[in-house]
């Protein structure tokens, strides 16, 4: 997903790696790294040149910034691969947000959906989609529409949808679609149903004949809400027919569908740039569990091959208990899971499907996948073996494996990364090897695996917000004040952004680091360790910076209360 948007983003991010200093030509060639991956995913040109100079623009205000002191955190440490990292991922975001995916309800009578669309981009299949979803999500009893009376397979198409959800299909066969709709409404009122879902009929470009159906039926029964299904495969005509469609019918949100597989990903950088209607959800494959709630952080930081830890929550959480799925994020974000939550989540994975699907959501492979990385099931079957060999102990206190700490493991720099081999306890993993039939050099890929897979989450968790957005998060204060712990500067601490925090289990080579507009201890995934390793002077002005934060951020958290 999104490959061929994230390759340019990577090109500028790979260009960046190492240059001292954000000059005009250095922005000037990351840009066009970004711009010819923009236009190839069929971004449209206006919007691509729009972003391009915002991007620009902000960056060159930033080659002052990145030279400002700050008295109270000392000299800033920040690279201008970081900075450039973060402007591309602000800008993405104000590009396509903000968060919008709330439902409209009606007021009195049954809350009318009405999805509109060119014929093939998926409405009916995401008329089944939404179903599912609000009722699982919404606890809500929905009625499906069959109004699409121009193509006979389109009504029993969505009869066998309806079938499969156990959900009443509303048809009349030879009806008139206006008709249909509205008595529909009244069945709904009956039955007691309280959302009416329309399936309309498509036509294969935007006609006056369909344009003058829908806007009747919007007439007559009122929709909350009018969404439009856009197919992502056909990029830059799918933002004009969208822009078609909202002229006439004033819509409340678009969805983007197929968006697995190849498809290049451009609209969902356009539409709502050119329309203005927001997008609220992702139609991710063909069965009807791949719908996603449209969150324009998380897209943004797939395409900076950045993972989405909040968009693999929500996958979870349709395999697992919520509460559960909550209780894991946190401990993920903390550095503190260990192999049997890291074993459950790989069972996880494969009960969650397309094991590709979920790689681009998960932050390990910043530069997208590598091709040498088979990561065919036979891959988690191999990891499975390894980690069942392993004693419960092991597996629920994984740092008996590592001599030094895991920070070592995952440090980059140069001596280090060549006694990594010695790190591990040699009798332990040569144990395991013999007891899953691996190679030893299987296991310490393993355990490095591990390791890396632990910073990046600790990494995430320690960017701005990230823990907040995590549904329900907030009750977990009662848990702080447990154990000691300050997630009101963890949780990014709102408006204004709190210090950096002061986290336990921090990986000791990354560097705190507060830059105005940055989010606390932002250091983007895929550059573990972040900037310059810090002189006995600065890392005492640190030291002190990080209590007067923790202390701030206390005296923030005893507000709220
Ligand atoms: N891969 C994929 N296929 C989809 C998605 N949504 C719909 N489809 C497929 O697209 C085709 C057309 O869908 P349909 O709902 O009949 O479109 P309609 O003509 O607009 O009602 C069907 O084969 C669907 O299975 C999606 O998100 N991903
Ligand atoms: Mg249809």
Redo the contacts with the bound molecule.
Sequence with gaps: MFDTLSKGFRAARQRLSGVAELTDDVIDEALRDIRMSLLEADVEFKVTKQFLDRVREAARGEQVRLKAKSKEYGTVKITPQQAFVKICQDELVAMMGPVDTELRWAKKGPTGIMVV???????????A?LARYLQKKHNKKPLLVAA?VY?PA?VD?LKTLGERLDMPVFSIEGGDPVDICVQAVQEARNSGRDVVLF?TA?RLAIDEPLMQELTEIDKATQPANIFL?I?AMTGQDAVKTAAGFNERLNLDGVIL?????DARGGAALSVKQVTGAPIKF?????SLD??EEFRPDGMASRILGMGDIVGLVKDFEEVVDAEKAEEDAVRMLKGKFDMQDFLEQIRMIQKMGSLKDLMGKLPFFPDGLPDEANLDDRELVKIESMINSMTMQERRNPSVFVKTSWEEITSNAGKKAKRRRADYDPSRVRRIAAGSGRSEADVKELLHKFAMMRQMMVQLGASTGLMGKIPGLKQFRQMKRLSGLDLGALMGGGPGGAPAAAMPGLPGAMPQMQVPGMPPGFTPPGTPGGGAKPTKAAARKKVKAKRKAAKQARKKARKKR
């Design positions: 669309g060119l014929q093939g981009s998926g409405k009916t299949t995401t008329v989609k699409d193509r389109a198409q399936d498509g299904v197919d569908t197929k968006l697995d597989g992702l139609g991710v494959g063909e791949k719908l």
